[in-house]
């Protein structure tokens, strides 16, 4: 999966070099997501800000999901304690960054079951969601409660999404710091993709977990990467006149940043 992040002068893609990294960004994903379409007035967004939040429960539905995020947030901690006493890191802004770790650590691990678990004894939403998979399964012949819902105040509805959000925000929480952490942990570098190619063998001895790359959106090249704990490898595609994707066979100046 290659997830990339529109900005202002660059799209960013990301890949994700093992499955636990893959679950966060897929998570991310959809959190960010749920924050546009709850912050809208439009009923329809919000009918798919409930879609949203079921997607987060079938992504979170992994049993060891929240014991992996616990002992990421653990190890977090522990690295940045090592770092104490060091005179080029100041205390403050460490103090700050464990604060944060401990916070979200005690939230989530205060919750019983697996993430959206109080949502999934609500039996008004698993009746939603039982039916939001069917084409048009929602109209209101079928839901109508649901769909009287949909015709109260952007308020009324907006203070029940945020109700239901609550249950996942420790799991939204942890995943954006863990990620954010593991993003700050990469430098970016220049690196030649010749003819449309680039191929780096990894150094042994340590493990990257995320790759970024940073493309111009003017220059309409598209990238086809692939990596594994050895090698990572970008293949520069263009969308051609019938819509399909071609190698580009340009010669290309790509921002790669590996982080660990």
């Known amino acids: 999966m290659i997830k990339p992040i ?24 959809l959190f960010r997501r749920l924050a546009e379409l709850m912050a809208s007035d439009s009923a329809t967004d919000h009918h798919f800000a409930l879609v949203t939040m079921f997607e987060v429960i079938d992504v979170g539905a992994r049993a060891d999901l929240k014991s992996e995020v616990l002992k990421d947030l653990e190890r977090q901690k522990q690295t940045l304690n090592s ?32 993430t959206g678990h109080a949502l999934t004894e609500n039996d008004w939403l698993m009746g939603i969601r039982s039916r939001i998979g069917i084409p048009g399964g929602t109209c209101e012949f079928d839901l109508p409660a649901y769909y009287q819902w949909q015709h109260r105040e952007p308020t009324s509805r907006r203070a029940d999404l945020t109700r239901w959000f609550l249950t ?20 970016p570098a220049k690196v030649l993709a010749a003819l449309g190619q680039f191929r780096q063998n990894l150094p042994q001895g340590r493990t990257y977990q995320l790759l970024r790359l940073a493309l111009e959106p003017a220059s309409g090249l598209i990238p086809e990467i692939s990596g594994n704990r050895l090698m990572v490898s970008v293949r520069l595609m263009r969308l051609g006149p019938d819509d399909r994707l071609v190698a580009s066979g340009e010669d290309a100046t790509l921002d790669l940043t590996l982080c660990s």
């Open 6 to 29: 529109v900005c202002a002068t660059v799209i960013l893609y990301e890949y994700p070099f093992n499955e636990r990294i893959r679950t966060y960004l897929r998570l991310e994903h």
């Open 83 to 114: 770092y104490r006493g060091n005179p080029a890191i100041s205390e403050a802004v460490l103090d700050g960054v464990v604060g944060r770790l401990e916070a979200c650590f005690a939230a989530l691990s205060s919750q019983s079951g697996r």
């Open 168 to 187: 996942l925000k420790p799991l939204s929480d942890a995943v954006m710091l863990l990620l954010s952490m593991l993003r700050d942990s990469g430098t």
